[in-house]
């Protein structure tokens, strides 16, 4: 079942068995407040269970670009597009979250995979050393570490 993420009212509903439950719904939260102030997009999420075909895209992304597999269990995803930007992600249970953003229909596309760390995670296993992080501040999330990478291929 879809759930619509309220960034005024930050819950953990869908996040509960994450360690870093609260920081997690604060960086979901974050992410519905920027699609809801930026684009008037209200950020809907479904459990992973209930959506394989955006985890298969955003892990096939994953594998293809950098041979990356997460060990992490997934919680939740979302995906939707605003404007001419697909735009997909996936919550893990770690308190990691990873989002592609592919541009459709630009002479000059932009296409990333943005990963984010929750606060109170350490950096999974899979991403040590191969990526640096900036800090970001946010007052639902605490501190967010972020990082991306360059989407080459065509998905």
Same mark, same amino acid.
């Given at each position: /079942?879809?759930? $619509?993420?309220?960034?005024?009212?930050?819950?953990?509903?869908?996040?509960?068995?994450?360690?870093?439950?609260?920081?997690?719904?604060?960086?979901?939260?974050?992410?519905?407040?920027?699609?809801?102030?930026?684009?008037?997009?209200?950020?809907?999420? /479904? +459990?992973?269970?209930?959506?394989?075909?955006?985890?298969?895209?955003?892990?096939?992304?994953?594998?293809?670009?950098?041979?990356?597999?997460?060990?992490?269990?997934?919680?939740?995803?979302?995906?939707?597009?605003?404007?001419? $930007?697909?735009?997909?992600?996936?919550?893990?249970?770690?308190?990691?979250? $990873?989002?592609? /953003?592919?541009?459709?229909?630009?002479?000059? +596309?932009?296409?990333?995979?943005?990963?984010?760390?929750?606060?109170? /995670?350490?950096?999974?296993?899979?991403?040590?050393?191969?990526?640096?992080?900036?800090?970001?501040?946010?007052?639902?999330?605490?501190?967010?570490?972020?990082?991306?990478?360059?989407?080459?291929?065509?998905?």
């Amino acid at each position: /079942m879809s759930y $619509i993420v309220d960034f005024k009212n930050v819950s953990t509903v869908g996040l509960e068995s994450s360690p870093v439950a609260e920081a997690l719904a604060g960086l979901r939260a974050n992410e519905a407040r920027y699609f809801m102030n930026k684009y008037k997009h209200e950020f809907t999420v /479904m +459990p992973a269970s209930e959506s394989s075909e955006t985890l298969d895209y955003v892990n096939r992304i994953l594998k293809e670009e950098r041979d990356i597999e997460f060990a992490a269990k997934p919680l939740e995803t979302s995906r939707f597009q605003v404007e001419n $930007i697909k735009i997909a992600y996936v919550f893990y249970e770690d308190g990691l979250s $990873i989002n592609v /953003m592919y541009t459709v229909d630009d002479p000059k +596309p932009k296409r990333a995979v943005g990963l984010k760390l929750s606060e109170g /995670m350490e950096v999974p296993k899979e991403l040590e050393g191969k990526f640096k992080f900036a800090r970001q501040k946010s007052k639902l999330a605490g501190t967010i570490r972020g990082s991306y990478f360059v989407i080459k291929g065509e998905y």
